[in-house]
């Protein structure tokens, strides 16, 4: 009888824990950036003097980086 009863309890303790659901792992996809070797010469890059000219400069400079590096990724236009 005494053994009944040992067996009842331990089957009551461990009864808390067989109502816990278990989900199963879920796979989450991210995507992960990878440098890329890019052997572009970049240009001289103008000085800045304020002038409207140099701004120009800047920008052109600015267009013909951001076209090498799209080359090096394989970007096309």
């Given at each position: 009888?005494?053994?009944?009863?040992?067996?009842?309890?331990?089957?009551?303790?461990?009864?808390?824990?067989?109502?816990?659901?278990?989900?199963?792992?879920?796979?989450?996809?991210?995507?992960?950036?990878?440098?890329?070797?890019?052997?572009?010469?970049?240009p001289v890059?103008?000085?800045?003097?304020?002038?409207?000219?140099?701004?120009?400069?800047?920008?052109?400079?600015?267009?013909?980086?951001?076209?090498?590096?799209?080359?090096?990724?394989?970007?096309?236009?």
């Amino acid at each position: 009888m005494r053994s009944l009863i040992i067996f009842a309890l331990v089957v009551l303790l461990l009864a808390g824990c067989a109502d816990k659901h278990i989900s199963e792992p879920t796979v989450v996809y991210k995507e992960k950036l990878v440098p890329v070797r890019c052997d572009a010469k970049l240009p001289v890059k103008p000085e800045n003097d304020g002038t409207f000219e140099t701004h120009r400069a800047k920008m052109i400079y600015l267009l013909e980086c951001e076209n090498l590096l799209k080359q090096c990724i394989g970007i096309k236009e």
